[in-house]
C-alpha cells in the first residue's frame, strides 16, 4: 500500500510545495480513518497538515474550518491540555475570523501549527510489524514510489543536484515518522558535506543544523538543541539578518535555553520529588537516562537509577501502568547484572498489588517524543537551588556528577556573593569531600585548602566546618 505513507511523503514536500502535498494529506486522511480508526492522532495530525497548506495557499477560511477540525477531535479523545490543543488554539485566537485576508498566503512561520506536538508520530515501518528498516537506497525507492502514486513531484527534484544531497531528504523523511536518532546521523552527514562543499554559511548547511536542533531537541538532549539552534539564528541573521524566521527561533528558545545540563537532570529531579512535583520529576529522569545511556551505555547503574526514579514518579501520580512498565524494566537489568542496586523485594510487593491488569506493552508502541512532553528548567533559573541539587547528587554515590554541580553552585555564589563568601567555602568543602569518594585526594585537599582560606579572610576560623577542615588537611594532606 502507498497510503500510508502519504503522510511521511507529503510532510518532507509540504514546506517547499505546500499545494502539492495537500491532496496527499486528504489521502492520508481516508486511509487512516479506515485503517487506525476516525479518533486516531495520526488523523488529526493529517488535518492539521492540510490547514497548514491552505494557510500557505492563501485559502484562510479552510484553514481555520481545517483547525477547528482537529481540534474538536482531539478535544474528544485526548483533552485541552494537550500541546497539539494549545498550539491549535493559539492560532486560531490570533488568526482566524479575519475575512479581508482571504486569498493572502501566510508566510511558512505564521501559517498555523506545522506539526502538532504532543501526538504519537505514525510510522508506517512499524505499522502492523511492518519492515525494519531496509537499506537506504531500498527506503528511497518506496517513498520515490509512493509519491509517483500519489502525485506528488519526485523528492529529487527539490534537493541539490548532487546525488550526496539525496540525504537531506531521507533525513526529512525519518524526522517525519519520529526515527530521530537516524535522522541526526544523516542530518549529520549532509551537513558535512554541505560544510565542505559549500561553505559554513551556505543555505544547506543552514537547513540541516536547523533540522538537527530540531531532532535533538525531540530526543531530549536539549542543550546540544539549544546550540544548534543558537547557530541556525546566528547563520540565519548572517544571511538575511531581517528574516521573521529568526524571531521566531529566538522567542521559541528563549523559555529554556540554555538549560539545566542533561547530566545533573537526575539531581534536579530529586529536588522536585521532594516537594511532590512528580510530572517534573519524571521529565527531567527520562531527558537524563537519554543522556546517561549515550555517555555511558543503556545497562549503567546510572540508568538503572533513573528508571527506579521514574517509575517512583508515576507510582506518586498514580500512574500504575507506565509504574509497572518501568519497574519491569528494572527487573530485567537486575537479571542482566545490576542486581545489588535494585529494591528487587519493593518492586515485587508494587507489581502484585498493582500491575496484574496490565500486560506486558508493544515495544514499537507508538510514543509522543520527549521534547514534545517536557522543557528543562533554564539554568538561571535553577541556579539558586544548585547547592541543593548537589547534595541530593552526592547522597545518592552520583559523585561526578555531584561535583559539577557544585561547580555551577560555586560560579551562582560567587556572582551573588563574591568570591570569598562563607557559601563558597561550604561548596568547596563539599566538592572536596565528593573527590574523596573517587579516589582523587590530591584535588580533594587543594579544595579544602581554599576552603579554610575564605574562612580565615572572614575570621571565622572558629566555625565547626572550618575546624572540621583544618582536622582532615592535619590528618590526611599535611
Not at 74 to 89: F, M, S, W
Not at 94 to 102: F, P, Q, R, T
Not at 410 to 425: D, I, N, Y
Not at 461 to 478: Q, T, W
Amino acid at each position: 500500500m502507498i497510503e500510508d505513507w502519504a503522510l511521511a511523503s507529503a510532510g518532507v514536500l509540504m514546506d517547499e510545495q505546500p499545494e502539492a502535498a495537500l491532496p496527499a494529506f486528504k489521502i492520508f486522511e481516508r486511509w487512516a480513518t479506515a485503517e487506525l480508526g476516525p479518533d486516531s492522532p495520526a488523523v488529526a495530525q493529517a488535518i492539521a497538515r492540510q490547514a497548514w497548506c491552505e494557510a500557505r495557499v492563501g485559502h484562510r477560511a479552510e484553514a481555520c474550518r481545517l483547525y477547528e477540525r482537529a481540534l474538536e477531535l482531539l478535544r474528544a479523545t485526548i483533552g485541552d491540555e494537550n500541546n497539539a490543543c494549545k498550539q491549535i488554539v493559539e492560532f486560531l485566537t490570533s488568526d482566524c475570523g479575519e475575512a479581508e485576508l482571504e486569498g493572502t498566503a501566510l508566510p511558512a512561520e505564521a501559517a498555523g501549527p506545522h506539526t502538532l506536538e504532543g501526538l504519537p508520530r505514525f510510522n508506517p515501518l512499524r505499522f502492523r510489524g511492518g519492515d525494519a528498516l531496509a537499506g537506504i537506497e531500498a527506503l528511497e525507492g518506496r517513498v520515490e514510489a509512493a509519491g509517483r502514486q500519489l502525485g506528488i513531484p519526485s523528492h529529487g527534484q527539490l534537493a541539490p543536484e548532487e546525488a550526496e544531497a539525496q540525504g537531506y531528504t531521507l533525513g526529512r523523511l525519518m524526522r517525519e515518522i519520529g526515527e530521530f536518532e537516524i535522522a541526526v546521523e544523516v542530518f549529520e552527514d549532509y551537513e558535512r558535506w554541505a560544510s565542505e562543499k559549500y561553505g559554513p554559511e551556505h543555505n544547506y548547511v543552514l537547513q540541516a543544523v536547523s533540522q538537527l536542533a530540531y531532532c535533538y531537541r525531540r530526543l531530549g538532549l536539549f542543550s546540544e538543541s539549544c546550540r544548534l539552534y543558537q547557530r541556525t539564528i546566528d547563520i540565519g541573521r548572517s544571511r538575511n539578518p531581517e528574516h521573521p524566521y529568526n524571531k521566531v527561533l529566538e522567542a521559541d528558545i528563549e523559555d529554556w535555553c540554555p538549560p539545566v545540563p542533561e547530566r545533573l537532570q537526575y539531581g534536579v529531579a530529586l529536588l522536585l520529588m521532594e516537594e511532590g512535583q512528580f510530572l517534573d520529576a519524571a521529565g527531567a529522569l527520562e531527558t537524563y537516562e537519554v543522556w546517561a545511556g549515550r555517555e555511558h551505555g543503556t545497562e549503567d547503574r546510572y540508568v538503572l537509577d533513573a528508571l527506579i526514579q521514574r517509575a517512583r514518579c508515576h507510582e506518586g501520580l498514580g500512574d500504575y501502568e507506565q509504574a509497572c512498565r518501568l519497574y519491569r524494566r528494572v527487573l530485567v537489568m537486575g537479571q542482566e547484572g545490576q542486581s545489588d542496586s535494585i529494591p528487587a523485594e519493593e518492586i515485587e510487593r508494587f507489581l502484585a498489588q498493582h500491575c496484574s491488569a496490565f500486560p506486558e506493552p508493544d515495544a514499537e508502541a507508538a510514543s509522543v517524543p520527549l521534547g514534545e512532553r517536557w522543557l528543562p528548567h533554564k539554568l538561571s533559573q535553577m541556579e539558586p537551588y544548585m547547592a541543593r541539587v548537589s547534595d541530593a547528587l552526592g547522597i545518592a554515590a552520583h559523585y561526578d556528577e555531584a561535583i559539577a554541580a557544585y561547580e555551577a553552585a560555586q560560579a551562582w555564589l560567587e556572582r551573588e556573593q563574591g568570591p570569598h563568601s562563607e557559601g563558597v567555602a561550604a561548596v568547596l568543602a563539599s566538592r572536596a569531600w565528593c573527590h574523596t569518594q573517587i579516589g582523587e585526594q590530591e584535588l580533594a585537599c587543594r579544595l579544602y585548602e581554599r576552603a579554610l582560606r575564605i574562612f580565615e579572610t572572614l575570621e571565622r576560623l572558629d566555625d565547626e566546618l572550618a575546624r572540621s577542615i583544618d582536622e582532615y588537611l592535619e590528618s590526611s594532606c599535611r
